[in-house]
C-alpha cells in the first residue's frame, strides 16, 4: 500500500523560504510521479510542481512559481522536498503531495491525474 507522510511548512513572513517534505512508502521497485499541489479557502488546487522518481531531471513546476519553488529527492531516501523561497502571502495554502504510478504527464500538472495517494496536507501561511 502506497503511504504518504508529509512534514514541514509553517508561518513565516514576506520573502521568507520554507521546506516541505514527503515521505514515501509503499514504490518497492516501481518508479512514480509526485506532484505538489495547494489549494487556498474558497479556491481551486492548484498544481505547483512535479517530480518523476527514475529522472531528476523530470520536473516542471506550475505558472505560478516563477523560479521560486524547487523540488528535489533526497538522496537514498524515499523522501521529495518541495523548497518554497521569497513566499509572498499569496501563497498561504494547505500543500499537498499526492503520487501517479510511472512517468509524469506533459503540460498542466493536474490534481486528477494523481489517483495513487495523497498526503494529509500541511499548511504555510505567509503574512505581510
Known amino acids: 500500500q502506497v503511504r504518504l507522510t508529509q512534514s514541514g511548512g509553517g508561518s513565516v513572513q514576506t520573502g521568507e523560504s520554507v521546506r516541505l517534505s514527503c515521505e514515501v512508502s509503499?514504490?518497492?521497485?516501481?518508479?512514480?510521479?509526485m506532484g505538489w499541489f495547494r489549494q487556498a479557502p474558497g479556491k481551486e488546487r492548484e498544481g505547483v510542481a512535479q517530480?518523476?522518481?527514475?529522472?531528476?531531471?523530470?520536473?516542471s513546476y506550475g505558472h505560478a512559481v516563477n523560479g521560486r519553488f524547487t523540488v528535489s529527492q533526497d538522496n537514498g531516501k524515499n523522501t521529495v522536498t518541495l523548497q518554497l523561497n521569497n513566499l509572498k502571502p499569496e501563497d498561504s495554502a494547505m500543500y499537498y503531495c499526492?503520487?501517479?504510478?510511472?512517468?509524469?504527464?506533459?503540460?498542466?500538472?493536474?490534481?486528477?491525474?494523481?489517483?495513487?495517494?495523497w498526503g494529509q496536507g500541511t499548511p504555510v501561511t505567509v503574512s505581510s
Open positions: 509503499g514504490y518497492t521497485g516501481i518508479s512514480y510521479c
Open positions: 517530480y518523476y522518481s527514475a529522472d531528476a531531471g523530470g520536473r
Open positions: 499526492a503520487t501517479r504510478r510511472r512517468w509524469c504527464l506533459p503540460g498542466d500538472i493536474e490534481p486528477g491525474d494523481y489517483d495513487d495517494a
